[in-house]
């Protein structure tokens, strides 16, 4: 009797042990073909977004617009799919919401591009309910309100930007602009003054900097000929031209290829009675825009008699 509980308790020890292992492989499997269902789903929905940027880019925003929403859906699917297991897989399922997060907020991006910019802002909206510290959507909303004419609303989603995050060049050239066209002149230069600050390098590559470059000690370019054109625009209107024109030459250093800082470099010279540097200010604008009114005006050729004397 002994001995046949002894058997039979040996036998239902290896069927449970059996069990345990059967059990054990078919979670071992239906994890594995979980994650392959997973990984499938999520590179359909990194092939689709990648789809929707390059229409974008192409100026297809309607086409960009639709890939966009379906890289949505298929993240959002596979979001469902990985809460059953978001014990185990916590920074996947992190990861995979902000990705459906950015290609939602990337909508207002296209619809932007489309002139629907009141669309673009419900987008801008209703991520900052949900996001309301966010920098990055603050800029957006107010770039999206100045695009509208809304100027005063630009101006506080500008600041609000930047009590965020006060690096934010952008916000800050964007601020300093809208101050400008409302005459707020001493406000403005000081915005622009803090974009300038905060600029980014012009073209930065590191290649270009490390392999390519003879100067051991080369002189980085800030992204900034925009900033200090506006600076250069806002100092002449407080009549500090000789800031000015510092301003607009630190632009063309920059960009020396733009018309519309030689433009201003002209006006700034023939307004403080520079005649011969306002000359050749012109004529580099003439050069680069030959269909410059002003400049044509400027520069007029010299009539036959005047080429006999």
């Known amino acids: 009797t002994n001995l046949m509980c002894l058997i039979l308790q040996k036998i239902y020890d290896t069927e449970k042990a059996y069990s345990i292992a059967m059990s054990f492989l078919k979670k071992w499997y239906d994890k594995v073909s979980r994650k392959k269902e997973f990984t499938t789903l999520y590179r359909r929905g990194e092939e689709v977004y990648g789809s929707g940027y390059v229409l974008f880019e192409m100026g297809k925003y309607e086409e960009a617009l639709d890939k966009y929403n379906e890289a949505a859906a298929i993240w959002g699917e596979l979001e469902a799919k990985l809460i059953e297991f978001e014990d185990d897989m916590a920074d996947d399922l992190a990861n995979l ?3 459906c997060q950015n290609v939602l907020y990337s909508r ?5 591009k489309m002139g629907k910019h009141e669309e673009a802002l419900e987008v801008i909206d209703s991520f900052l309910e949900d996001y309301p510290e966010d920098p990055d959507k603050w800029f957006g909303h107010g ?6 004419g809304q100027y ?4 506080e989603s500008f600041s609000r930007c930047l009590d965020l995050d006060p690096a934010f060049s952008d916000a800050w050239y964007c601020k300093a602009t809208l101050l400008y066209h409302n005459d707020e002149f001493t406000q403005a230069l000081e915005c622009y003054d803090m974009a300038a600050q905060h600029s980014g390098v012009k073209d930065f590559a590191f290649p270009r900097y490390s392999f390519l470059n003879i100067d051991p000690k080369p002189k980085l370019k800030k992204d900034a000929a925009g900033i200090l054109y506006g600076k250069g625009n806002t100092l002449f209107k407080l009549e500090r031209f000789e800031e000015a024109i510092e301003a607009f030459k630190g632009a063309l250093d ?12 002209a006006n700034t010279y023939l307004k403080i009675g520079n005649y011969d540097r306002a000359d050749k200010a012109f004529a580099k604008l003439l050069e680069l825009d030959p269909e410059n009114s002003q400049a044509k005006d400027h520069i007029k050729p010299a009539s ?4 006999k004397e």
């Open 97 to 99: 919401r902000k990705k």
């Open 108 to 112: 207002c991006f296209v619809l932007y």
């Open 143 to 148: 770039f999206v309100m100045q695009s509208i």
């Open 152 to 155: 005063q609303k630009a101006v």
């Open 254 to 265: 920059i960009e020396p290829e733009s018309p519309k800082i030689w433009q201003g470099l």
């Open 304 to 307: 036959p008699a005047e080429d």
